[in-house]
């Protein structure tokens, strides 16, 4: 299962407790407040969402665009 852009954007501003429209897409999830206890906490609910996610590949490229490329490949 993929993810589309709408619903990582929304759960990566709630997990950064910011409003949607507060998240830059240029610049990097660690310098907007990611840390890796909420990667993981955002691993773990894809994963129950069905998504195939890992901690890894996420934290090895901190970016939405790139996190849209891996989650939404259409």
């Known amino acids: 299962m993929s993810l589309d852009r709408d ?4 759960d990566t501003a709630q997990i950064l407790d910011v409003d ?4 830059d897409l240029s610049v990097s999830l660690v310098d907007q407040g990611l840390d890796s206890v909420r990667l993981m906490a955002l691993v ?4 129950d969402s ?3 996610v ?4 996420l934290a090895a490229e901190p970016d939405l665009e790139q996190w849209f ?3 939404d490949p259409r």
Do not use: N
């Not at 619903?7 to 929304?10: P, S």
């Not at 949607?20 to 998240?23: L, N, P, R, S, T």
């Not at 773990?44 to 994963?47: I, L």
């Open 7 to 10: 619903t990582i954007l929304a």
């Open 69 to 71: 490329a891996l989650l």
């Open 50 to 52: 069905g998504a195939d």
């Open 44 to 47: 773990e609910r894809w994963r």
């Open 54 to 57: 890992d901690f890894v590949s």
């Open 20 to 23: 949607v429209a507060e998240i």
